[in-house]
Nanobody
């Protein structure tokens, strides 16, 4: 049963932009903090951005000023707008969700983002 479905990954040149989207159910969207993790080959997973049910956002230092996370209640999606992409942003990006504190409970399948230099 697919709970989180990512889309929007792809190949882009350095300096370019991509928009990732994560579609989920109304229940998960309404009651969960949503976020995006990424994992590059040989690297640990990194929490890139998160947004609470109230719209409060948080970003990793490496993406501040370049990435923007948002929620769209009209279609229960969470979006990650990525601008001025760098080769080091290359990774598989995962949509995640959690209710309350603690670890993220729900994970999407991931979408590949590749930034060429």
């Amino acid at each position: 049963q697919v709970q989180l479905a990512e889309s929007g990954g792809g190949l882009v040149q350095a300096g370019g932009s991509l928009r990732l989207s994560c579609a989920t159910s109304k229940i998960i969207f309404r009651f969960n903090t949503m976020g995006w993790y990424r994992q590059a080959p040989g690297e640990q997973r990194e929490l890139v951005a998160s947004i609470s049910t109230y719209g409060s956002t948080d970003y990793a230092e490496s993406v501040k000023g370049r990435f923007t996370i948002s929620r769209d209640s009209a279609d229960n999606t969470v979006n990650l707008e990525m601008n001025n992409l760098k080769p080091e942003d290359t990774a598989v990006y995962y949509c995640v969700a959690k209710r309350g504190g603690g670890p993220y409970d729900y994970w999407g399948q991931g979408t590949q983002v590749t930034v060429s230099s």
